[in-house]
Each structure stands twice: as C-alpha cells, then as structure tokens.
T-cell receptor, first 115, second 114 residues
Framework: SQQGEEDPQALSIQEGENATMNCSYKTSINNLQWYRQNSGRGLVHLILIRSNEREKHSGRLRVTLDTSKKSSSLLITASRAADTASYFCATKPNAGGTSYGKLTFGQGTILTVHP | DTEVTQTPKHLVMGMTNKKSLKCEQHMGHRAMYWYKQKAKKPPELMFVYSYEKLSINESVPSRFSPECPNSSLLNLHLHALQPEDSALYLC?????????????FGDGTRLSIL
C-alpha cells in the first residue's frame, strides 16, 4: 500500500511562477526523497532529506520536512516549461521493520508549466 | 540517457506467451528492484534483490518470476499474464537496500497483454 499522500493532485502554473507540492506520510521514516517523472520515462531522483534535517536546497528546489506533522513540501522556484512532469515523494522507513529497505511512493502531483 | 538500461522498450504479448524483461546497470550497485506502474499512479514495488539474493517479494503472482544472474543484471520472466498486467515495468538500482542513497531508474518496458 502507498503511505504517501500528495497534494495537489494536479497543478497548473505559468512559467516563472513558483510551484509547491506537499506530501504526507504515516510511519516513522529514515529519509524522504522526491522524484520527477517525465511522460513515458523513468523516475529521476531530485533530492533526499534525512529525518534529522528540516530543510534542503538544490538549485531551484527547496524541500522541507516536518517529522512531527509527518509532512514534506517541495518548492520549485521560477518554474520553466521543462519542469512539466509528475512529481512523487517517496519514504524510506527506519530500520527494524519488515518494510526496511523499501521505498514507498506517494500518489504524485502532475505539474504543468505553461510557457 | 539513464544509467539503468531496460529492454525491450515496448512488448506486446498474448496471454499464453512467455517473455522476459531485462535490466542492466554498471554502477556497481548491489540492490536492484522491479516496480509496476499503471497510468497516472505511483510505482508499486514488486521485488527487491540484495547482493543477487531475493530479499523482498511483495506477494507478486507466480506468473512473474524474477532472476538476478549477476550483480549487473536483473530479469523478469513473464508467463501466462492477464490483461490487467498491462503496465509500465520499471527497474531500479541503488548502492545497497539500506543506504541513504537514491534509486536510479531505467525508462521502463511498456507491456501490453492482448
């Protein structure tokens, strides 16, 4: 079962605007990752944030993690048409359980950036 | 171009056929994964191999049979599939199953069952 829930399910913006996607999860995690998937392609890793980190940046990407609320957000600043894709959060559980080693994906957000 | 190569890119097969999907990586990763993805849905984990041994099987029907002949190769053997098995099948690899390193995905095989 997929433990991650993402919102919005779809987001449509103009080039240059910022895009924010949210992810919630249910169990304790070791880390949370964000992936992008262009239509008809595989997933591309964007950024990983560990459970003891609160914020991380990579280029135009900013990820926050709030373990008390079991939620994360991905912000893409100054969006471009090339950012059009599906974005998935994925959680990796802590050691010790039967799920250890697995990556569980959220439902995803479809982002459309209009030129 | 991705560092994980999957072949074929597309496969159409009848319900009585036997076919195989192939995945290859040369990054020295010791964990490899098979996922199934339906349209507009997230990937669903099927199998995990760690050091060429099957470590996780997510209760996948026996008509799907994985194989890891060596640390660079991962196969998925298909037999007597059902129309609902039509999907994008993604292979991924990572350094170790328990590491904090991300997974690297291939572009998948789009499978259609007639």
């Amino acid at each position: 079962s997929q433990q991650g829930e993402e919102d919005p399910q779809a987001l449509s913006i103009q080039e240059g605007e910022n895009a924010t996607m949210n992810c919630s999860y249910k169990t304790s995690i070791n880390n949370l990752q964000w992936y992008r998937q262009n239509s008809g392609r595989g997933l591309v890793h964007l950024i990983l944030i560990r459970s003891n980190e609160r914020e991380k940046h990579s280029g135009r990407l900013r990820v926050t993690l709030d373990t008390s609320k079991k939620s994360s957000s991905l912000l893409i600043t100054a969006s471009r048409a090339a950012d059009t894709a599906s974005y998935f959060c994925a959680t990796k559980p802590n050691a010790g359980g039967t799920s250890y080693g697995k990556l569980t994906f959220g439902q995803g957000t479809i982002l459309t950036v209009h030129p | 171009d991705t560092e994980v190569t999957q072949t074929p890119k597309h496969l159409v097969m009848g319900m009585t056929n036997k076919k195989s999907l192939k995945c290859e990586q040369h990054m020295g990763h010791r964990a490899m994964y098979w996922y199934k993805q339906k349209a507009k849905k997230p990937p669903e984990l099927m199998f995990v191999y760690s050091y060429e041994k099957l470590s996780i099987n997510e209760s996948v029907p026996s008509r799907f049979s994985p194989e890891c002949p060596n640390s660079s190769l991962l196969n998925l053997h298909l037999h007597a599939l059902q129309p609902e098995d039509s999907a994008l099948y993604l292979c991924a690899s990572s350094q170790r199953t328990h590491s904090n390193q991300p997974q690297h995905f291939g572009d998948g095989t789009r499978l259609s069952i007639l």
